[in-house]
Nanobody, 124 residues
Framework: QVQLVESGGGLVQAGGSLRLSCAAS????????MGWFRQAPGKEREFVAA????????YYADSVKGRFTISRDNAKNTVLLQMNSLKPEDTAVYYC?????????????????WGQGTQVTVSS
């Protein structure tokens, strides 16, 4: 497993932007498929975006497509989530996740490493 630490959350007005960062430790990071998930109060954790080990395959939830961008830098052991045109419904705790499967997937069960989460709050 890799250890994951998220940062970059905060409070932003609707229409604003935030960039979340996930720092990974461990020499096998570059082989991991990575994803971002989020969980709002009273709701189940939901898929946001995923990227394969080499960045060739990327998936987004329909709710964020065109507004969010996932990327990775294997040399820096980092995954980013650029979030633009934020909406109040994007308010949630955002989690970075990694899995040995290497490919991009929406399936939460494929991920075996999770960060502690970072709060994103979008005010209207």
């Amino acid at each position: 497993q890799v250890q994951l630490v998220e940062s970059g959350g905060g409070l932003v007005q609707a229409g604003g932007s935030l960039r979340l960062s996930c720092a990974a430790s461990g020499r096998t990071f570059s082989y991991y498929g990575m994803g971002w998930f989020r969980q709002a109060p009273g709701k189940e954790r939901e898929f946001v975006a995923a990227i394969s080990w080499n960045g060739d395959n990327i998936y987004y939830a329909d709710s964020v497509k065109g507004r969010f961008t996932i990327s990775r830098d294997n040399a820096k052991n980092t995954v980013l989530l650029q979030m633009n045109s934020l909406k109040p419904e994007d308010t949630a705790v955002y989690y970075c996740a990694g899995g040995k499967m290497s490919f991009a997937t929406r399936n939460v069960g494929q991920y075996d490493s999770w960060g502690q989460g970072t709060q994103v709050t979008v005010s209207s």
